[in-house]
């Protein structure tokens, strides 16, 4: 059950109307963890707006979701996981590269590079090594899309959070969590 609820185009605002409206009009749905932001018509547009930028850099669709797919199963956000899981099928992932992502890697050697990079990132605070860093460059990773890599992380431990924090009803088809042995 939702903790923070979500904001319903009934109980919306003149603001946060106009956000859910855009947003429908851009996804052809409003996912509900984008109504829970929408309590906070300036943390919404701020996401969208970081969301935007990180998602016209040099990082194709397909890494941005082996990395989100990594941080929702490290963070164990069910939502994100499920969400991720849905829209990493549209980037052309398949079942056996989101099983690899949630297990921290890649069928492909320099998303692999990034992956691991990025589950370093949240596991050690942003205090990654001198050999994490250099890996990413011998992969071909430029000192931008290393800052690309490092901005997707934020936000996806921003939307972990609120994903978690929230309980946030769960609106694509579910994907369960893995349990550590």
């Known amino acids: 059950m939702s903790r923070i609820t ?7 605002n003149t603001e946060q109307r106009s956000l859910l409206d855009a947003i429908q009009s851009q996804l052809g749905m409003v996912p509900n963890f984008l109504r829970v932001f929408a309590h906070s ?10 969301h935007h930028i990180a998602d016209h850099g040099s990082l194709d669709a397909a890494t941005r979701e082996r990395i989100a797919l990594a941080l929702a199963q490290q963070n164990e956000c069910e939502y994100c996981l499920s969400a991720h899981t849905a829209i990493g099928r549209k980037a052309g992932l398949n079942g056996a590269e989101i099983e690899a992502n949630r297990a921290g890697t890649s069928q492909d050697a320099k998303a692999a590079v990034a992956v691991k990079f990025a589950r370093a990132l949240v596991e050690h605070k942003g205090e990654v090594t001198n050999a994490e860093l250099q890996a990413m460059r011998d992969a071909g990773f430029s000192e931008a899309d290393i800052v690309e890599v490092i901005t997707h992380v934020g936000m996806n431990v921003l939307t972990n959070i ?8 769960i609106d694509f088809p579910k994907v369960a969590l893995k349990q550590a042995a």
Request: proline share 4%; glycine share 8%; net charge positive.
């Open 6 to 12: 979500a904001v319903s185009n009934e109980s919306a």
């Open 162 to 169: 609120l994903g978690k924090a929230s309980r946030v009803s």
């Open 41 to 50: 018509p300036d943390a919404l547009k701020a996401f969208l707006g970081l």
